[in-house]
């Protein structure tokens, strides 16, 4: 079982909804400067609320690198959010995501964190190359709980389709998805699976 939620951030900019989310997502919120950052912040906690149940912050576990878990359940979610959208998966195995508007890229980043084989495939595919590569590699630090203690250039991703990949010491598969102007990457442990991406809104998140 698998599901991705995908949400845009514009109709929570002036926060409504915050009176709904845990105490420690309220601090997370009041600590940022700008309003898309809070707003982010805040459709994250509404998300997990909405989807994963979670309406108090002891539901909540850390791994030993500060990776979330649901106590005392088999479901294991993922969240990810850049410029106007948050999204949410949900599997009963371990799983990253990780979403990227496709912007030009900085080469120095590719360099520091891309093998020699992807750095040429992002010489020939340009920024939609470089953000799945990127997606992808995020994906698998988040879905091991490694984060970057997995050093991005310590791996590959290639190729980049439906076979297996072998990385810190786990069978991933990778699946890509773009949405508008956005990547999305999920990285599965152990198998993979058919699954959609569900759009939610302002309406759905606001039911007390």
């Known amino acids: 079982m698998m599901q991705v939620y995908l949400c845009n951030i514009q109709d929570f900019i002036r926060l409504n909804g915050l009176n709904l989310v845990t105490d420690s997502r309220k601090e997370s919120i009041r600590a940022y400067v700008r ?42 979610f993922n969240i990810s959010h850049s410029d106007d959208y948050v999204v949410l998966a949900i599997s009963n195995r371990e ?9 030009p890229f900085d080469e120095r ?23 799945r590569l990127w997606t992808a590699k995020e994906s698998v630090m988040k879905a ?23 990385i810190a010491g786990k069978t991933w598969f990778l699946d890509w998805n773009l949405h508008d102007d956005y ?3 999920l990285a599965i442990e152990g198998k993979r699976e058919k699954y959609k991406v569900i759009t939610i809104t302002s309406n759905d998140l606001l039911r007390a």
């Open 35 to 76: 309003d898309a950052d809070k707003a982010r912040c805040l459709v994250s906690g509404l998300l997990l609320r909405e989807i994963c149940g979670i309406m108090d912050d002891s539901q909540l576990v850390y791994g030993e690198n500060g990776k979330p878990y649901l106590k005392n359940s088999r479901m294991y």
């Open 144 to 166: 091991s709980g490694l984060g970057f203690s997995l050093p991005p250039e310590t791996f590959s991703v290639l190729p980049m389709d439906e076979s297996a990949h072998h």
């Open 109 to 131: 980043v590719a360099f520091r964190c891309f093998t020699q084989q992807e750095l040429e495939m992002v010489h020939e595919g340009g920024n939609e190359a470089f953000f």
């Open 95 to 103: 799983i990253g995501v990780d979403i990227e508007k496709i912007t």
């Open 183 to 185: 990547i999305i990457c």
